[in-house]
């Protein structure tokens, strides 16, 4: 099993720009979510999921979007990119919040 | 919302010594979580505490959740270089089962 994938693993955008951050599990895990992690600030929660077509705002959600149209898959979409969305993401999963399993991160650059 | 502070922010302890770090929720937590992240890696799921009073022990580790459910302490005996990281709490409460993670304790192992 590969657990939570995420990619990239490394992304420089400008100003402006969108993107959209893969991530997918293999775990049937329901709950999936986003986060944010800036030094100093521990992990704040961008969105989160807890099944297919469910999705729910986390702690920042502001500048990011969502889906969830199938189990597997949770991608994060950024709509304009600005440099205080630098950032390190990670996507995480869960059977019904018990102990999440994060991915490796995506090491996100705007400029 | 919901808050969780944890202190310290770092700690450097000698190889050997032992480390301690708390959590304190403004509310009451159904659970709480305790991660590892090593540095320029994902958080890594440790352990779940569910009932008041409740004591775990993995090896050297100690986990300890409080009476009122409020706060909780992770506990290490006899460092070793191993055990250099960021030790996060997180926690759950409500029917959104999103965790709130607190902001982390720098651990540096000096050998």
């Known amino acids: 099993n590969a657990g939570v994938t995420q990619t990239p693993k490394f992304q420089v955008l400008k100003t402006g720009q969108s993107m959209t951050l893969q991530c997918a599990q293999d775990?049937?895990?329901?709950?999936m979510s986003w986060y944010r992690q800036d030094p100093g600030m521990g992990l704040r929660l961008i969105h989160y999921s807890v099944g297919a077509g469910i999705t729910d705002q986390g702690e920042v959600p502001n500048g990011y979007n969502v889906s969830r149209s199938t189990t597997e898959d949770f991608p994060l979409r950024l709509l304009s990119a600005a440099p205080s969305q630098t950032s390190v993401y990670f996507c995480?999963?869960?059977?019904?919040?018990?102990?999440?399993?994060f991915g490796s991160g995506t090491r996100l650059t705007v400029v | 919302g919901q808050q969780v502070m944890q202190i310290p922010q770092y700690q450097h302890v000698q190889e050997g010594e032992d480390f301690t770090t708390y959590c304190n929720s403004s509310t009451t937590l159904s659970n709480i979580q305790w991660y590892k992240q090593r540095p320029g890696g994902h958080p890594v799921f440790l352990i779940q505490l569910v009932k008041s009073g409740e004591v775990k022990k993995q090896k050297r580790l100690t986990f300890q959740f409080g009476e009122a459910k409020k706060n909780s302490s992770l506990h290490i005996t006899a460092t070793q270089t191993t055990d250099v990281g960021t030790y996060f709490c997180a926690g759950l409460s409500g029917s959104a089962r999103q965790l709130t993670f607190g902001s982390g304790t720098q651990l540096t192992v000096l050998p």
């Open positions: 775990m049937n895990h329901e709950y």
């Open positions: 995480a999963s869960s059977f019904q919040g018990d102990g999440y399993t």
